[in-house]
Structures are given as C-alpha cells and as structure tokens.
C-alpha cells in the first residue's frame, strides 16, 4: 500500500532559526513528490515540486531534498519567519495508470509553529 | 487567492440533513477535485472530474455524490449526515485531466461544515 509518513507531527522554533521536516514514503513507481503548505483554516499552497531526477530545488527561503533511492525528502526552512508558521504536507504522485488524483498520496503534515 | 472560489465558508447543519457544497474552479482549468480534512486527518481525496465527466474515484462514501456542469463548476452533495461528516472540505483545479509533473493543483479556501 502507498504510504507517506512526516516528521515530526509537530515542532516548535523561535523566530530566526532553521529547521528541517521530513517526509518518507513507499509510492512506487514514483513520478514525483511535492511539499504543500496550509495556513490554519486555509487551503494548502503548493511550495515545490520535485521529480525523479532531480534533488535539490528551492524556493525562496524554502529547499527541498530528494533521495529517489532512499525514499525519503526533506524540506529545509532558512531563517524562519512568524508567517512560517502553517501545516507542510508532503504529497507524493505514482505513476499511475489513469492518470487522475488517485495516484496521489498525501502525507498527515507537520504543524510548525514559529515563536517570537 | 488561488482562483479557485468554494461557497459557503461554514455551514453548520444537523445528523440526517442534506448539503450542497460548490466550487468555481480557475479560469481555463478543467479538472476539480474534492477532498475531505477532518480534525488531525491527512487531506482525503474523494472524487476528480475533468470536464464534466468523472476522472478518478478515491475514498468517497455512497453518502456523498458530485458533479461538475458545462460551466466547470462542481458541487459536492452530502446527504444523511453523521457527526463524523464535520471536516473541512477542500476543491482544487487544474488544467488537465493528469497531475503530472507541471499540472499543479490550486486549493480553493475551503468548507467547514459543522454537523450537529
């Protein structure tokens, strides 16, 4: 069964530190993975999309890492930001047959909470 | 704003009710998606359309049924409500019917529903 476990369901950082969450899956054959965050009460944004071949991809203070052989992804978040603060979902898409949205497998999400 | 435009914001109804959730997707998209939130839970992938005909299938009760119109809009219909019904309720777009690597989805703001 496809799966996408995150690290850790929670954390909490002060305002200016780094920090990394992580992001394991088992979807195979795999296409490609993405990092979404999601405001509280909001719908989810998507951060980066990352596929098969490539490793590292950044988006502003945000930089995504992808080990296709491990199976594993990290998004590192750089001088953090109050407004950091947000669920990051990681969602993995296999490749699949049909295509559709049932090829996605979507992680529970880490709730980051940045302090002042 | 993503573009995407999700009627009501809340709704709070009781166990047994029916409801309509709607959903405008983004200028020129032709899939909508439907996902289900609940408290603590990973997003839920319910049901895709792709211009006006039903794409993928994911974890969808015989409860809930959808569509999408010759305008693209979809609605989502939940009927004979169960407390454990209340989540928020998600709509995406995206241009194609794929989620491949460059056919991003953009989350609508959401539906809380409430069943009492």
């Known amino acids: 069964k496809n799966q996408v476990e995150q690290s850790p369901q929670s954390l909490i950082i002060l305002e200016g530190k780094n920090c990394t969450l992580q992001c394991n899956y088992t979807v195979s054959p795999f296409s490609n993975l993405r990092w979404y965050k999601q405001d509280t009460g909001r719908g989810p944004v998507s951060l980066t999309i990352m596929t098969f071949s490539e490793n590292t991809k950044s988006n502003g203070r945000y930089t995504a890492t992808l080990d296709a052989d491990t199976k594993q992804s990290s998004l590192h978040i750089t001088a953090s930001q109050l407004s950091d603060s947000a669920s990051y979902i990681c969602v993995v898409i296999g490749v699949w047959a049909g295509g559709g949205a049932d090829g996605l497998t979507f992680g529970k999400g880490t709730h980051l909470i940045i302090q002042p | 704003d993503s573009g995407v435009t999700q009627t009501p914001k809340h709704l709070i109804t009781a166990t047994g009710q029916r409801v309509t959730l709607r959903c405008s997707p983004r200028s020129g998209d032709l899939s909508v998606y439907w996902y289900q939130q609940s408290l603590d839970q990973g997003l839920q992938f319910l049901i895709q359309y792709y211009n006006g005909e039903e794409r993928a299938k994911g974890n969808i009760l015989e409860r809930f049924s959808a569509q999408q119109f010759p305008d693209l809009h979809s609605e989502l219909n939940l009927s004979s409500l169960e407390l454990g019904d209340s989540a928020l309720y998600f709509c995406?777009?995206?241009?194609?019917?794929?989620?491949?690597?460059?056919?991003?989805?953009?989350f609508g703001p959401g539906t809380r529903l409430t069943v009492l």
């Open positions: 995406a777009s995206s241009p194609g019917p794929q989620v491949g690597i460059t056919d991003t989805q953009y």
